[in-house]
């Protein structure tokens, strides 16, 4: 069974760094793109950011491009996102999704960041 | 990176047939044929309805159609029931390698 377990969210100052986890399992990890998304409480769905099979392609959305780092770990089958000089708008539930052929058919349960003083 | 075009609401009485359109750019609706459909029940997380404009996931129901025109995709759903009641979201990828998705439908059965 297909499964996507995030973890590393919580509640962090205006300012401050979160490292987000993606444990993957059920699927060969290292042959899919992967992403974070992201929905602020009671508003839709945003993309964050893509990573390729490989590693060698990443893109980001502006809102996080040089605050936001994705990255992942083929051997232990996990995606990451580190976020810095985070702001209060980036406070959301982030999920990471699996794609193919541009679609997100898989998802995780998602953690819940939030950015407040 | 502007969010892709979707009416807040549309509504409908059961066993009625409603269309939700999303509205892009050539740079993403109109340029692939990555187009998604997103169903979100409250709490929920996304579930996949529509991959590749038209292409409807195992398991998902027949009631539950994509198409395209030009640079607006459209999500119908036929015999509408009481558990179609959920946010809708749409999604394309772009020609900058990014992803968008739509603001949103809320789809209420009356």
């Known amino acids: 069974e297909v499964q996507l377990v995030e973890s590393g969210g919580g509640l962090v100052q205006p300012g401050g760094s979160l490292r987000l986890s993606c444990a993957a399992s059920?699927?060969?990890?290292?042959?899919?793109?992967m992403h974070w998304v992201r929905q602020a409480p009671g508003k839709g769905l945003v993309w964050v950011s893509r990573?390729?099979?490989?590693?060698?392609?990443?893109t980001y959305a502006d809102s996080v491009k040089g605050r936001f780092t994705i990255s992942r770990d083929d051997a232990k089958t996990s995606l990451y996102l580190q976020m810095n000089s985070l702001r209060v708008e980036d406070t959301a539930v982030y999920y990471c999704?699996?794609?193919?052929?541009?679609?997100?058919?898989?998802w995780g349960q998602g953690t819940l960041v939030t950015v407040s003083s | 990176q502007s969010a892709l075009t979707q009416p807040a609401s549309v509504s409908g009485s059961p066993g009625q047939s409603i269309t939700i359109s999303c509205t892009g750019t050539?740079?993403?609706?109109?340029?692939?044929?990555?187009v998604s459909w997103y169903q979100q029940h409250p709490g929920k997380v996304p579930k996949l309805m529509i991959s590749?404009?038209?292409n409807r996931p195992s398991g998902v129901s027949i009631r539950f159609s994509g198409s395209r025109s030009g640079n607006t995709a459209s999500l119908t759903i036929s015999g509408l029931q009481a558990e179609d009641e959920a946010d809708y979201y749409c999604?394309?990828?772009?020609?900058?390698?990014?992803?968008?998705f739509g603001g949103g439908t809320k789809v209420t059965v009356l």
């Open positions: 999604g394309s990828y772009t020609t900058t390698s990014t992803q968008l």
């Open positions: 999704a699996r794609s193919r052929e541009g679609a997100f058919e898989r």
């Open positions: 059920g699927f060969t990890f290292r042959d899919y793109s």
């Open positions: 990573i390729n099979s490989g590693g060698s392609t990443i």
């Open positions: 590749e404009v038209t």
């Open positions: 050539s740079s993403d609706i109109g340029h692939y044929n990555y």
